[in-house]
């Protein structure tokens, strides 16, 4: 059976730092991967989707960056972080050229300070 | 410009009763349409879809209704539990697209 990890479950880092979220996925090849922002009493929100190694659609521009530099992982990055980062980051994946049910992490809280 | 909409942000059911929550679309080119329920601080859960080709879908005590003319879908919970209580997404595709395009969501509180 398929499982998607993310890493780490909580952070608390403060404006201006850094940021890398990791998102595996365990079970299937070649899947296509997505990271989304859930802010406080908000909808999910799409920032990157990745078809393919080194393929990545950014949705909306902003402060981060994502890559995929294995099949099936994805990074989600940051070089300076704003406050408003802050929110739930959550990595899915579907299978790819299927009917694109999408699977969900457990998220990470970010939260910036 | 939201192309799914959930206009209700919350809803409060009695257990034992139906809940239904509602999700109007504007893209008619949505073929497949999906509902997600989340619980706080964790992902969003695939419960269940339909395509664009049927207007039921059911499976337990969840059924999806499609209503294309009306670009309106449902989901209908029947009997509602405790354990439902939950924001509910619903989630469309329009075909060709590796996207998926959300609602902001309905809370659904069940009360014991």
């Known amino acids: 059976s398929q499982t998607i990890h993310q890493w780490p479950a909580t952070l608390v880092q403060p404006v201006g730092s850094p940021l890398s979220l990791e998102c595996t996925v365990e079970?299937?090849?070649?899947?296509?991967l997505y990271w989304y922002r859930q802010a406080a009493g908000r909808g999910l929100q799409l920032l990157f989707y990745?078809?393919?190694?080194?393929?990545i659609s950014s949705e909306v521009p902003q402060n981060l960056s994502a890559s995929r530099p294995q099949d099936r992982q994805f990074i989600l990055s940051s070089k300076k972080l704003l406050l408003s980062d802050s929110g739930f980051y959550l990595c899915?994946?579907?299978?790819?050229?299927?009917?694109?049910?999408?699977?969900f992490g457990p998220g990470t809280r970010l939260t910036v300070l | 410009d939201q192309q799914v909409k959930q206009n209700s942000p919350s809803l409060s059911v009695q257990e034992g009763r139906i809940s239904i929550l509602n999700c109007d679309y504007t893209n008619s080119m949505f073929d497949y349409f999906l509902w997600y329920k989340k619980y706080p601080a964790e992902g969003p859960t695939f419960l269940i879809s339909i395509s664009s080709i049927k207007d039921k879908n059911e499976d337990g005590r969840f059924t999806v209704f499609l209503n294309k003319s009306a670009k309106h879908l449902s989901l209908h919970i029947v009997p509602s539990q405790p354990g439902d209580s939950a924001v509910y997404f619903c989630?469309?595709?329009?075909?060709?697209?590796?996207?998926?395009?959300f609602g902001k969501g309905t809370k659904l509180t069940v009360n014991p």
């Open positions: 990745s078809v393919g190694i080194g393929q």
């Open positions: 989630a469309a595709r329009q075909g060709g697209s590796e996207k998926l395009v």
């Open positions: 079970g299937t090849s070649n899947p296509n």
């Open positions: 899915a994946w579907s299978v790819r050229g299927g009917l694109d049910t999408q699977y």
